[in-house]
């Protein structure tokens, strides 16, 4: 066999190469939606498994994207499975080895009507580690629409509807929207059953355990060095009622939590240190109220009174919207039923 025919082959083979090359197709998949770090996992061990579904594709990661390299009727069905997982982790914030792995591996319809809602909720906000913040319930989704259509909110409702983490997730959305310049939450500090003035330590060591609840829920949005610079340059403020006397709040998100445990006096005037391009959610529980019993809630007669008014909003939460332990909802009802009960006696 002469040199030629060897030649002659390296050429046909070259061709073939060619050829085969032409008809691979690129495509670049964006994860700006969901937390890159949660889609691939730790050390890159969910992006393995996709890879591993898809031996014949090359599938790379670059920052918030997957470029992926192969035959176009294998790329279709591969970025209709990351769709499936980008709307999972849009709903969810995050997903495990074994539900990515299920995903992967079912079918196109099966995995989609499994895993995904026919329409997903807006994640309100992105908190540490990928953790999504969002309206669960449907009162609470309305308290969204709300919020979003006037600029002061009333929610009234049992313990455990989420109408604090809710406010709060409004408030942090804005701020990092840059929709309003800082935010502040505000509680009377009203004794529950306790005395102040027995607690230990100074006025700020004995006020925090009150403010707690606003300190958790902006622990789960907004990451600690970050929180902390937020609270050290005052674009994030955590104070008692009393506090807010005096100021006019500009450019704020303003939060009253725990409203049914402040005065006429004190509600009117939180109400009307609302300054321009601010907006106010203001959240209690009118079956918990802490104040004196000569003391009547300025929260009732509030929201009564300022019902009409264009530009204020009023949402009623109740046991439906409980996202705490399941039994928090029978407890409720069962104190509602109670008080039914009591009330009837009465009259």
Sequence with gaps: MNFNHFKGLNLISNNKLKIKQETLTEAIINLESVNPMEFFGVNNGKLDLLKKSFPLLKILSRGT???????????????????????????????????????LGGEDTESKDMFVEKNPQDVLVYGPNGKSV????????????????????????????????????????????KMVKKIILTRPAVEAGESLGFLPGDLKEK?????????????????????????????????PLAYMRGRTLDHAYII?????????????????????????????????????????????????????????????????????HRLVKAIIRAYDKDKEREDNIKN
């Excluded at 009253?256 to 006096?265: H, R, S």
């Excluded at 005037?269 to 003391?295: C, H, Y």
């Design 134 to 177: 969002r309206a669960r319930t449907q009162n609470q989704k309305l308290m969204v629409s709300m919020a979003e259509k006037n600029d002061i909110i009333f929610a009234i409702g049992p313990a455990g509807t989420g109408k604090t983490y809710t406010a709060v997730a409004l408030a942090v959305r804005a701020l990092k929207n």
């Design 256 to 324: 009253l939590d725990e409203a049914q445990n402040t005065t006429d006096l004190q509600i009117k005037m939180f109400l009307t240190r609302i300054g321009s391009n601010a907006k106010a959610i203001i959240t209690g529980d009118l079956s918990q109220i802490d104040l004196p019993k000569n003391q009547k809630s300025g929260l009732d007669k509030a929201a009564r009174i300022l019902k009409n008014i264009d530009g204020i909003a009023h949402i009623e939460l109740d046991e439906e919207d409980v996202v705490r």
């Design 65 to 103: 994207q997957i470029k992926i390299t192969g035959a176009e009727d294998q790329i279709a069905v591969a970025k209709e499975k990351i769709d499936v997982l980008i709307q999972y982790l849009e709903r969810n914030g995050n997903v495990s080895h074994n539900y990515f792995e299920q995903i």
């Design 207 to 239: 006020i925090d355990p009150y403010l707690r609840p606003l300190y958790d829920a902006l622990d789960d949005m907004i990451p600690a060095d970050k929180l902390g610079y937020y609270m050290s340059t005052r674009v994030i403020e955590i104070a």
